[in-house]
């Protein structure tokens, strides 16, 4: 299995509303990443996760709220967006040393009303 | 040709011809870099890969380039097939870390 699986695909969420996006793979990655991408733009890193604990925060804001319950699933918490906050959300795994490739899930598509 | 347009750089080719693709990227620091390839609607998918300790690294159809003089990568596809057409990637590693910093891309049209 060489897949990052990300769930749900598509989620509409309104600017009250808790939504949680979900990320599990199967290849004993040690390190689980979140990334943000707008149209037409580059992921951006947002979270880094190294043997369950957050190793990296990119000043994101308290309304993204990561989580990682065990090696194989990494969770994002969402509460209380903003419209602009509407991206696709994609999480990434690699082995777990630094330097290496990264592989990604299709992404969440979030739309904030 | 290449043009800069409003969004993303876009470079168009005629199936069959070479494409080389490039990328300057920003930390003399970085030691690792990777080249993805993002279809409509799906994630970056790798194609390959170098380390700062090399200046040439090819795989199937594709050779990566790393110049750390000028700083700058490029991606070199043999043969361009239609199903290359996608927007391009180069992502560095700073500083031996988990931070993986992507460029800005490069749409790739394939004209049959």
């Known amino acids: 299995d060489t897949e990052v699986t990300q769930t749900p695909k598509h989620l509409v969420m309104g600017m009250t509303n808790k939504k949680s996006l979900k990320c599990e793979q199967h290849?004993?990655?040690?390190?689980m990443y979140w990334y943000k991408q707008k149209a037409k733009k580059p992921p951006e890193l947002m979270f880094v996760?190294?043997?369950?604990?957050?190793?990296i925060n990119e000043s994101v804001p308290s309304r993204f709220s990561p989580e990682c319950p065990n090696s194989s699933l990494l969770n994002l918490h969402l509460h209380a967006l903003q419209p602009e906050d509407s991206a696709l959300y994609l999480c990434?795994?690699?082995?777990?040393?630094?330097?290496?490739?990264?592989?990604f899930g299709s992404g969440t598509q979030l739309s904030v009303l | 040709g290449e043009s800069v347009g409003l969004h993303l750089p876009t470079l168009s080719v005629q199936e069959g011809d070479n494409s080389i693709i490039n990328c300057a990227y920003s930390?003399?620091?970085?030691?690792?870099f990777i080249w993805y390839k993002q279809e409509s609607g799906k994630g970056p998918q790798f194609i390959i890969d170098?380390?700062?300790?090399?200046d040439k690294r090819q795989g199937q159809r594709v050779t990566v380039l790393l110049n750390k003089t000028v700083k700058h990568l490029s991606l070199q596809i043999a043969a361009t097939q239609p199903g290359d057409s996608a927007v391009y990637f180069c992502?560095?590693?700073?500083?031996?870390?988990?931070?993986?910093?992507f460029g800005s891309g490069t749409r790739l049209l394939v004209r049959p």
């Open positions: 170098i380390r700062s300790n090399m």
């Open positions: 290849m004993g990655h040690r390190a």
């Open positions: 930390n003399s620091a970085s030691d690792y």
């Open positions: 996760y190294s043997y369950e604990k957050l190793s």
């Open positions: 990434a795994s690699s082995q777990g040393g630094v330097n290496e490739k990264l592989f």
């Open positions: 992502a560095e590693n700073l500083d031996s870390s988990y931070k993986l910093i």
